[in-house]
Every structure is written in C-alpha cells, then in structure tokens.
C-alpha cells in the first residue's frame, strides 16, 4: 500500500516502515551523511545517509504499489516533509530485485549500486581520485569528494533525474552544446525515464523548452520565451525566488534560490506538465503553485506558423490567421486541425519595382507571446531605428521593440508559437504588403492624380500648397483637440470618475483643488532637457526617472514609464487617482502627469535623498544611518501605511510595498511611492482574490504568492520584510546567514535583539 502523496510519487508504506522501525536504534547511534572509501550501505538493513539537518535521505526505496523493485535514491526527510518526495534517482533504467542491494564507495573513490548477486546495477565516479568521501549535503547534492571537504569531483546536481531543486543549475554545456535535461518518470510508479524532458534551448537561445519524445524525434511541447535580462517574456512565473541565466566559460544555466523558508522544487511531470512545488514550514504539506503549459495555448505552436493562439470566454484554445493571411488548408481549419498553419494572401514587394501596390508596411498585433526564433539587435537606440532595420531588409518578417530590456528583436523565419493574451508586454508588428493594411484603393487614386497633375503643372503646384497649408492647418487642430481632451479626461474625467464612484478617500488638506495638472510631452520634454541621461535618477522594471525643472522653477521627479513595464492605462489611472487625493506627510506627493500617444507619465515631488535603499544598501552611504534614523524610518512607513489602512475612507492595499519605493526628503523622512498596482477595499471588505500576482520577489506573502489572496495582512508581510532589511542594512534576497544558512525571515526575529543592541553602539553608526 502506498502513502499518500502530494505530488506524482512517493514511497511504500512498507519502506517508510522498514526506515523508521528497523532503522532506529543504527540511527539514532550512527546517523550519518558521509560514506568513506571502503564503506557500504545495505539495502536489507534499511541503511541510509541522513544530511546534516535532517532535510534529505539517501537510500533504498520502492516507488509506488511496487514492492518487488528497488531503487537507490534521495527524498526528503520525515522530519520535513509529510510525504517523502524522491527527487533523484540512481538507477533509473535498471531496479534491484528483492533487498539484496548495496551502495558502495570503493578504495579508488568508485560509487557503486550492486544487486544481491554483487552484480553492477550502476556506477559514477569514474574518475575520481582515491581517498573520496561521498557526502549528503542539506541541498539535496550527493558529492563525492577528496577527503577534508576538499575539491567536489562528481555531484548528483549535475545529472538530474526529474526535480529540479535551489541551487541545481539547468545547463547548456558549452563544449558539447548539449543541453542538461530533467527527465520525467515514466509513470508514478516507475522512475525510468519518461517522454517528456526540460532544458534550456540547445541552439543558443536563452530560453527554456519541454519536448516530447514522439518515435525517434524529440518534440518541441513549451517554451518559456527569451529571458530580457529580468525575467522570460513568454511566461508569467509565481514571485516565490530569485532566478536568472548565468554565462560562462562552462556553458550557459539558469538557476533559482526560495526567497524564504519555505521549501520550493520544480517537477518534469511524467504526464508532460512541469509543476512547481512549494511546502509551507508550519504544515509540511506540498501544494502545486504553478505549471506550465498552463493551458492549451502554452502548447508550442499549437496554430501552426502565421497562426495566433487565443482563449475564448470557457478558455478553451482557439486559433486564427494573423492579419494578412489565410489558412493553408481551409478545410482542416475549419475543423480545428490547425496545425498546417495559414500562408500570405499577398506577398511582399519589398525591392520589386514591378509591384505597384506601394510599400509594405507593419500591422502592429498588441499583447502577444512573442513568436520563436527570434534575432536580437540590441544596439538599435530607438523604435523608429529597429522599423527601419527590418524595414530594409526584405527577410525580415516582423519586429518588436522594448526599449532597455530587450531592444530590438527581428524574426526572418516563419513566425511560429504566437499567444495573445493580456497577460503579455510586448507588441509585435508584422510586415504587410501595403493592400493589406488598406492603403490599395488610396495608392490608385495617388497615381491618377499625379498623372493627370503631370498635364498642368502649374495647378499641381497650387493645389500642392494649398493641400500642403490645409493639412498643416488639420493637425495643429487635431493637437489641440487631443491635448484638450487629455486635459479633459485628467483633469476633470478621472477625478469626477473617482469622486462620482462610492470609493472616495479623505484629503487632509480642505478646500485644496483636487484637479491635477495635465503637462504637454513637449513640456515634460524641455523641463527635462529632453529626458537627458545626465538628468537620470534611477531606472527599474517600469521604465526611467530623471529630474525635471518646471517653468517656476520647481524641481520635480519625471517617471517616464516603459510599454513593457506591464502597467497599462487603467493601473496607470489607478495610480494617478490614488495619489492626488491622498494627502499625508509620508506619502509621495503627485505633482502631474501625461498621457499622450503611448506616453505615460508621472510628475512627482522631487526628494533629494532619492529611495531608501540607494543609502541603506550602499557601503559607502549606509554609515548615514544611524539607528534613531533607522527607527524614524520605520516609524514613519508605519504611520503611512496606517493611514492607507485605516485612516482613509476606505482601505488601500499598496501590494508592492519594498525598499526601492521608499524615498526620503531632505530631513531622511520616509515617503511611500509607487501606487500602480494599489487596490481600494470597500468599508466591508477584508481581503481580495486576484489570478494576476503583482509585486516584487521576497516581499510577497505567502498566500498572496501562491493564491493570489490579498488583504491588509500581505502590507504589513510586506512591512515586516522592510523592518528587517533597515535593521539589518542586507537585501532579503541576498541575506543568508553563514553560520545556519537560513533567510532572513527565520534569522532576524530571533536574533533582533542583539542585532539593534549591536546597531546602537557600533561606532559606524554613532
């Protein structure tokens, strides 16, 4: 009979019984994690290596309802885990028959699976030097190493089964160009390696891939989009760890560490879905947080090339040609067999003089799962710049431009794997003959007017100029109308909007005017020298700060916000509505704003002293704070947040309240900022569900990062973080203790006293 499990595994009863009974008395005597040259582990005397703290187990186990076959591998300890997760395995493709099997590690530093029969079921360490130690470390890594702790020679991390754990790295090597793949088991109960496999792209891109072995071949099944430097642009990933690509003279890998003490792993399902499992200290139950494909349009190119996947209202996948083109085989389509794709209607003129359509031109797609295979051109220094790359070179099918974080990216391949969805940044704009985008009709009629122009020349010129005159005329108008309606719907629009609805929040300055001053882009433009790197303050996932100087001469700060930072016209709204009426001495005060063309812009109270974490983090400033400075600053978020909670009229939930949105005036006292992703509660209203997760890593609580459950309670998690990094003067997310190797939310309230003691007379700070 087997335990029940969280995830797709787990070990038999008769295992678990076998480790915690027959196994006690040589445990509780000589538990150890180290195995030395000439030393074995038996399987018939439930023998095992324990890591030093208890958190993982290597040893024999029976997956599943098997009892007949016997594995050698590693799961987590009892001690942490209600159901003991295997996470590796040694060998996978051939299981022990009966009890009979032992791990040994030889003279020669050899480690060895032999059955009952002294047969060789599995081996690593070839070339290991004598006198090795094999060692399991608290990550979950077997190693075998030189006696002494000396030099790692062989380590189970790099040939992972199907878990990827903290610290594991998924590897491209750079010699072979080989990918490091995780395998999926071939069902729950058989650790053999399944179908489905993930790793990072073996052609050079840095991005993430799932196949699916099909026959011989290995098939594309998802993809994670390429990684900008940030994060990976074709997926929306849980906020529960730090992660990135590193590259060096080894090869290109990704990597991950948990942002708390909660225990994290990703999965390689055997049922083609990658799972990411996270484990709450107080239960020690699992819970799946995430997966990918998360739906039917996550499958890679599930409508073929020119195809666009998208949900329809019982989300169910549905396809559609891009715009300038058909389906290659309309009967398939209309059956839903969409995998043949869909073809141009008319083709590109590019530098054929013989077409008489006119130029091709770019239809611009919004929100999209940006298509595979992409090219980067990360010099291109504008958007115009990039459309003139692709415009001139007639490979060139489609383009997108991000600004700092991805520039410009081409595509001169099929475009393939195409998801529209809101939940994506990126625009991508698709060159088309100019008949598609309905320029046909007016490029006739431009040629019969030059034609017939041609004959009287002089009233060519006449009308020429007076055309010339009424268009000039047109858009100065148009200007005017569109800064008027600007002014209109800012000014007025949004504060009646807000004052018209039942959610109104109280002004501790009466009788002030509530409208908010609308600026030009042209006026944003001059009072910051046109956005002059000099004039830069600071840049993040959003976009750009710099300094400004208003016609009366005000400093201001100008948050020029990027089309990639995910904040789109109502949040963008949110945040002008929320901060011009909230008036209170530790909130930044807004100034103005823009909205024009894609522009959108914030004017805020220029703060000397810029963010908190510009000084508290930075070796050379920090010294500045001393702790009743330190104290203040706490003080002084508190009684700001206490104001969004409960002195409002209505509760506002910050949601993304973290160091770098905590700036400082000129006396060091704090200011809250950055209200995009703010939320109003009603009077009656506790605690909010939302499916899109908005924050910052290591900030975030639990529940908000594994539910989406909001309330006051994920501010004040979001507070206690803060309080500990001021204390402590480290980020959360680079905080480990070297002595216990815990994160700062164990390491802090337990040790808070002696840290404020140490602070108030350390002489640094006095």
Same mark, same amino acid.
Request: charged share 20%.
């Given at each position: 009979?087997?335990?029940?499990?969280?995830?797709?595994?787990?070990?038999?009863?008769?295992?678990?019984?076998?480790?915690?009974?027959?196994?006690?008395?040589?445990?509780?005597?000589?538990?150890?994690?180290?195995?030395?040259?000439?030393?074995?582990?038996?399987?018939?005397?439930?023998?095992?290596?324990?890591?030093?703290?208890?958190?993982?187990?290597?040893?024999?186990?029976?997956?599943?309802?098997?009892?007949?076959?016997?594995?050698?591998?590693?799961?987590?300890?009892?001690?942490?885990?209600?159901?003991?997760?295997?996470?590796?395995?040694? =060998?996978?493709?051939?299981?022990?028959?009966?009890?009979?099997?032992? $791990?040994?590690?030889?003279?020669?530093?050899?480690?060895?699976?032999?059955?009952?029969?002294?047969?060789?079921?599995?081996?690593?360490? !070839?070339?290991?030097?004598?006198?090795?130690?094999?060692?399991?470390?608290?990550?979950?890594?077997?190693?075998?190493?030189?006696?002494?702790?000396?030099?790692?020679?062989?380590?189970?991390?790099?040939?992972?089964?199907?878990?990827?754990?903290?610290?594991?790295?998924?590897?491209?090597?750079?010699?072979?160009?080989?990918?490091?793949?995780?395998?999926?088991?071939?069902?729950?109960?058989?650790?053999?390696?399944?179908?489905?496999?993930?790793?990072?792209?073996?052609?050079?891109?840095?991005?993430?891939?799932?196949?699916?072995? $099909?026959?011989?071949?290995?098939?594309?099944?998802?993809?994670?989009?390429?990684?900008?430097?940030? +994060?990976?642009?074709?997926?929306?990933?849980?906020?529960?760890? =730090?992660?990135?690509?590193?590259?060096?003279?080894?090869?290109?890998?990704?990597?991950?560490?948990?942002?708390?003490? /909660?225990?994290?792993?990703?999965?390689?399902?055997?049922?083609?879905?990658?799972?990411?499992?996270?484990?709450?200290?107080?239960?020690?139950?699992?819970?799946?947080?995430?997966?990918?494909?998360?739906?039917?349009?996550?499958?890679?190119?599930?409508?073929?090339?020119?195809?666009?996947?998208?949900?329809?209202?019982?989300?169910?996948?549905?396809?559609?040609?891009?715009?300038?083109?058909?389906?290659?085989?309309?009967?398939?389509?209309?059956?839903?067999?969409?995998?043949?794709?869909?073809?141009?209607?008319? #083709?590109?003129?590019? =530098?054929?003089?013989?077409?008489?359509?006119?130029?091709?031109?770019?239809?611009?797609?919004?929100?999209?799962?940006?298509?595979?295979?992409?090219?980067?051109?990360?010099?291109?220094? /504008?958007?115009? %710049?990039?459309?003139?790359?692709?415009?001139?070179?007639?490979?060139? *099918?489609?383009?997108?431009?991000?600004?700092? %974080?991805?520039?410009?990216?081409?595509?001169?391949?099929?475009?393939?794997?195409?998801?529209?969805?809101?939940?994506?940044?990126?625009?991508?704009?698709?060159?088309?003959?100019?008949?598609?985008?309905?320029?046909?009709?007016?490029?006739?009629?431009?040629?019969?007017?030059?034609?017939?122009?041609?004959?009287?020349?002089?009233?060519?010129?006449?009308?020429?100029?007076?055309?010339?005159?009424?268009?000039?005329?047109?858009?100065?108008?148009?200007?005017?109308?569109? =800064?008027?309606?600007?002014?209109?719907?800012?000014?007025?629009?949004?504060?009646?909007?807000?004052?018209?609805?039942?959610?109104?929040? &109280?002004?501790?300055?009466?009788?002030?005017?509530?409208?908010?001053?609308?600026?030009?882009?042209?006026?944003?433009?001059?009072?910051?020298?046109?956005?002059?790197? /000099?004039?830069?303050?600071? &840049?993040?996932?959003?976009?750009?700060?710099?300094?400004?100087?208003?016609?009366?001469?005000?400093?201001?700060?100008?948050?020029?916000?990027?089309?990639?930072?995910?904040?789109?016209?109502?949040?963008?709204?949110?945040?002008? $509505? *929320?901060?011009?009426?909230? #008036?209170?001495?530790?909130?930044?005060?807004?100034?103005?704003?823009?909205?024009?063309?894609?522009?959108?812009?914030?004017?805020?109270?220029?703060?000397?002293?810029?963010?908190?974490?510009?000084?508290?983090?930075?070796?050379?400033? +920090?010294?500045?704070?001393?702790?009743?400075?330190?104290?203040?600053?706490?003080?002084?978020?508190?009684?700001?947040?206490?104001?969004?909670?409960?002195?409002?009229?209505?509760?506002?939930?910050?949601? %993304?309240?973290?160091?770098?949105?905590? *700036?400082?005036?000129?006396?060091?006292?704090?200011?809250? /900022?950055?209200?995009?992703?703010?939320?109003?509660?009603?009077?009656?209203?506790?605690?909010?569900?939302?499916?899109?997760?908005?924050?910052?890593?290591?900030?975030?609580?639990?529940?908000? !990062?594994?539910?989406?459950?909001?309330?006051?309670?994920? %501010?004040?998690?979001?507070?206690?973080?803060?309080?500990?990094?001021?204390? $402590?003067?480290?980020?959360?997310?680079?905080?480990?203790?070297?002595?216990?190797?815990?994160?700062?939310?164990?390491?802090?309230?337990?040790?808070?006293?002696?840290?404020?003691?140490?602070?108030?007379?350390?002489?640094?700070?006095?």
């Amino acid at each position: 009979m087997a335990l029940p499990s969280v995830s797709h595994r787990s070990i038999t009863f008769l295992s678990l019984f076998l480790f915690l009974s027959s196994s006690l008395i040589p445990i509780s005597h000589a538990a150890t994690d180290t195995l030395r040259p000439g030393e074995s582990l038996s399987d018939a005397d439930a023998q095992t290596l324990v890591s030093a703290r208890n958190v993982f187990v290597l040893g024999f186990f029976s997956p599943g309802n098997s009892s007949a076959n016997r594995y050698v591998g590693i799961w987590y300890h009892p001690n942490v885990s209600v159901s003991p997760e295997v996470v590796w395995v040694a =060998n996978r493709r051939r299981p022990i028959r009966g009890s009979g099997g032992r $791990i040994t590690l030889s003279q020669s530093g050899d480690l060895t699976v032999l059955d009952g029969a002294s047969n060789l079921i599995w081996s690593a360490g !070839a070339s290991v030097r004598p006198n090795s130690t094999l060692q399991l470390l608290d990550e979950g890594n077997l190693v075998i190493q030189t006696v002494g702790g000396g030099a790692v020679t062989w380590q189970s991390f790099d040939y992972p089964s199907d878990t990827f754990l903290p610290g594991m790295r998924v590897g491209l090597n750079a010699t072979t160009g080989e990918p490091q793949l995780f395998t999926s088991w071939a069902s729950p109960d058989d650790p053999a390696p399944g179908k489905y496999s993930m790793g990072i792209d073996p052609q050079g891109s840095a991005q993430i891939f799932i196949w699916e072995e $099909i026959g011989s071949q290995r098939v594309r099944r998802w993809r994670s989009g390429e990684w900008n430097g940030h +994060k990976f642009i074709g997926t929306v990933m849980r906020a529960l760890y =730090n992660y990135g690509f590193s590259y060096n003279t080894e090869g290109v890998y990704f990597t991950y560490t948990p942002h708390n003490a /909660s225990l994290l792993r990703f999965v390689m399902q055997w049922d083609g879905l990658e799972r990411t499992w996270m484990q709450s200290p107080e239960t020690r139950q699992w819970k799946a947080v995430w997966e990918q494909p998360s739906d039917e349009c996550e499958v890679y190119d599930k409508c073929g090339a020119y195809g666009s996947c998208f949900l329809d209202s019982q989300r169910r996948a549905r396809c559609q040609c891009l715009r300038g083109f058909e389906p290659r085989f309309a009967d398939e389509w209309a059956a839903s067999n969409w995998t043949g794709g869909c073809v141009r209607r008319v #083709q590109l003129a590019c =530098n054929n003089t013989g077409n008489n359509t006119g130029p091709d031109g770019f239809w611009r797609m919004d929100r999209v799962k940006l298509p595979d295979h992409a090219i980067w051109s990360r010099n291109t220094a /504008s958007e115009v %710049d990039c459309r003139k790359v692709c415009s001139s070179n007639c490979s060139c *099918l489609a383009y997108v431009y991000g600004e700092a %974080d991805i520039s410009c990216m081409m595509w001169t391949t099929d475009l393939v794997d195409i998801y529209q969805s809101t939940v994506f940044d990126y625009d991508l704009n698709i060159k088309l003959a100019a008949s598609e985008l309905g320029n046909r009709s007016k490029s006739i009629r431009r040629i019969a007017l030059i034609a017939s122009m041609s004959a009287l020349a002089s009233l060519f010129i006449v009308c020429g100029c007076l055309l010339w005159k009424y268009n000039a005329r047109r858009k100065v108008n148009q200007r005017q109308k569109e =800064n008027l309606m600007a002014s209109s719907q800012l000014s007025g629009g949004l504060v009646s909007d807000f004052s018209s609805s039942s959610y109104h929040v &109280e002004e501790k300055q009466e009788g002030k005017n509530s409208d908010l001053p609308v600026y030009t882009f042209d006026a944003i433009q001059i009072a910051t020298n046109y956005f002059c790197e /000099s004039n830069k303050l600071g &840049e993040g996932g959003f976009g750009y700060v710099y300094k400004g100087v208003l016609p009366g001469g005000q400093e201001v700060a100008v948050k020029r916000l990027s089309r990639s930072s995910g904040q789109g016209l109502e949040e963008f709204k949110n945040e002008v $509505i *929320l901060i011009s009426k909230l #008036q209170h001495r530790n909130l930044v005060r807004l100034l103005g704003c823009c909205i024009q063309a894609h522009e959108k812009i914030l004017i805020y109270e220029y703060l000397p002293n810029k963010s908190l974490d510009a000084i508290l983090f930075d070796p050379l400033k +920090k010294d500045v704070l001393d702790w009743n400075r330190r104290f203040n600053i706490i003080e002084g978020i508190a009684r700001g947040l206490l104001y969004l909670h409960r002195d409002s009229r209505l509760r506002i939930i910050h949601r %993304d309240l973290k160091v770098s949105n905590i *700036l400082l005036d000129e006396n060091m006292n704090p200011k809250i /900022s950055d209200f995009g992703m703010a939320r109003i509660f009603g009077g009656d209203e506790n605690e909010c569900n939302t499916n899109r997760v908005v924050g910052t890593f290591g900030y975030m609580s639990p529940e908000y !990062a594994m539910e989406g459950l909001f309330s006051m309670k994920s %501010d004040v998690y979001s507070f206690g973080i803060l309080i500990m990094e001021i204390i $402590i003067g480290q980020r959360n997310s680079s905080f480990r203790h070297m002595e216990n190797n815990v994160s700062i939310v164990r390491y802090i309230p337990e040790n808070v006293k002696p840290i404020i003691e140490k602070l108030k007379i350390d002489t640094k700070l006095v």
